[in-house]
């Protein structure tokens, strides 16, 4: 019998698998489930985007595009983010495409620390930025926030986490999984440290589009001394509907998307070239699909929000992304039990808060990217499993 794990990275295997995909999985294996747990749109790509990839396939346009991705699409995000973002960005050298935001991450992470490092890890967060760290032989320090500050990031509580060891700040906003945003006010009350601390941020701005102020997404690149110490992750998989398609994009500087290619070129070479044609006519015209869908998530949100709070759950009312993170205290359960028993007794899945960091511990994330009607008659679920719960205990 041969023991595989002599062979196997010990890192990795000492890495938890996702929680997210544990209770899809058993959605999968289940009838009658209303599943409140991935986060993917349930619009589908809009029609211009996807005649543009067929095209692409019916005149044979499949071959490899450079490994930094094709320069038509570098230079629409360019145009895109300067003009959505208001920064500026070289197509050259300064734009990497890869293969959805995941990838982006990852080649961030690992072109940036080396072991030993500290890496500051905002937490709740989503749930890929820690284990990369570590099988990067770096190590994960979470940040805590909390619902009382909105789940935003305190210049205390930064500066309180950071050490002579600390190199990489994980900046995730608009959160996944709490909704959370920081405000450019917010950003600017930690920009000195930042810069005070000589630290590099990596910022997830895969939601970037779907915040539901007036004020609208602000990227911390786009303040003051912070553009030369930032990779940004973007991508088109929640703003265009255009999660299959895998296809995201790196901006920062030079030096750093370098070698983020060199590695990409390593182990990717280069990204989907039918995605990538696809993707330049989303940016392109792809404006009013954004405001669209937009509008049908407010709206979601905000019944999502309502039906927590009627049925006895305290619910955080979120400013980004597609997902609220509802506190089940109450209950007595803990996160897995809750989702667990809701899942065998009511067909309704959803993510338990743990998944995203222990200090998750007492809530679950519920994602409102699935028609109004699945989300009325989920909660409708979840209000009476609530019910039975609470009547149990009385008992």
């Known amino acids: 019998m041969i023991d595989y794990n002599k062979f196997l990275n010990k890192s990795l295997v000492d890495v938890k698998p996702s929680g997210i995909r544990k209770f899809f999985s058993i959605a999968e294996e289940m009838d009658n489930v209303i599943s409140l747990g991935v986060g993917e749109p349930d619009f589908k790509t809009p029609w211009h985007i996807r005649q543009r990839g067929i095209e692409c396939l019916e005149r044979g346009t499949t071959r490899y595009t450079s490994n930094a991705g094709l320069l038509q699409l570098r230079e629409e995000i360019s145009v895109y983010y300067k003009r959505r973002f208001n920064i500026e960005y070289n197509p050259k050298d300064e734009v990497l495409i890869t293969v959805g935001g995941s990838e982006g991450i990852d080649m961030a992470i690992r072109s940036?620390?080396?072991?030993?490092?500290?890496?500051?890890?905002?937490?709740?967060?989503?749930?890929?930025?820690?284990?990369?760290?570590?099988?990067?032989?770096?190590?994960?320090?979470?940040?805590?926030?909390?619902?009382?500050?909105?789940?935003?990031?305190?210049?205390?509580?930064?500066?309180?986490?950071?050490?002579p060891k600390t190199k990489l700040l994980v900046l995730p906003f608009p959160n996944n999984p709490t909704g959370g945003i920081m405000t450019r006010e917010?950003?600017?009350?930690?920009?000195?440290?930042?810069?005070?601390?000589?630290?590099?941020?990596?910022?997830?701005?895969?939601?970037?589009?779907?915040?539901?102020?007036?004020?609208?997404?602000?990227s911390i690149a786009s303040l003051e001394g912070m553009r030369e110490r930032c990779v940004v992750i973007n991508g088109f998989s929640k703003t265009y509907s255009m999660t299959g398609w895998r296809l995201g994009y790196a901006l920062g500087p030079a030096p750093v998307i370098q070698q983020m290619t060199k590695l990409h070129q390593f182990a990717i070479m280069s990204a989907p070239t039918n995605s990538q044609y696809a993707a330049i006519e989303a940016l392109k015209h792809g404006d009013k699909d954004i405001e669209k869908?937009?509008?049908?998530?407010?709206?979601?949100?905000?019944?999502?929000?309502?039906?927590?709070?009627?049925?006895?759950?305290?619910?955080?009312?979120?400013?980004?992304?597609?997902?609220?993170?509802?506190?089940?205290?109450?209950?007595?359960?803990?996160s897995e039990e809750f989702a667990e028993r809701l899942i065998m007794a009511k067909r309704v899945a959803v993510v338990p808060g743990n998944a995203f960091g222990d200090c998750g511990e007492g809530f679950i994330r519920v994602s409102y990217c699935y028609s109004i009607d699945n989300i009325k008659e989920a909660i409708k679920r979840i209000g009476e499993f609530v019910k039975e719960i609470k009547d149990e205990s009385k008992d």
């Not at 930690?190 to 609208?216: H, M």
């Not at 049908?296 to 980004?320: H, N, Q």
């Open 112 to 163: 940036i620390v080396s072991p030993g490092d500290e890496v500051l890890v905002v937490e709740p967060s989503f749930v890929c930025y820690k284990p990369i760290v570590e099988v990067s032989g770096a190590k994960a320090v979470p940040i805590v926030t909390k619902e009382e500050n909105e789940f935003r990031l305190m210049p205390d509580e930064l500066k309180a986490a950071i050490t």
């Open 186 to 218: 917010d950003l600017e009350s930690i920009r000195q440290i930042i810069i005070d601390n000589d630290l590099f941020v990596l910022s997830d701005e895969i939601y970037s589009e779907l915040t539901y102020t007036s004020e609208g997404h602000t």
């Open 293 to 334: 869908m937009k509008r049908e998530y407010d709206m979601r949100r905000r019944f999502t929000v309502d039906g927590f709070r009627k049925i006895g759950l305290d619910c955080f009312e979120p400013k980004g992304a597609f997902y609220v993170f509802p506190c089940i205290k109450s209950t007595g359960l803990s």
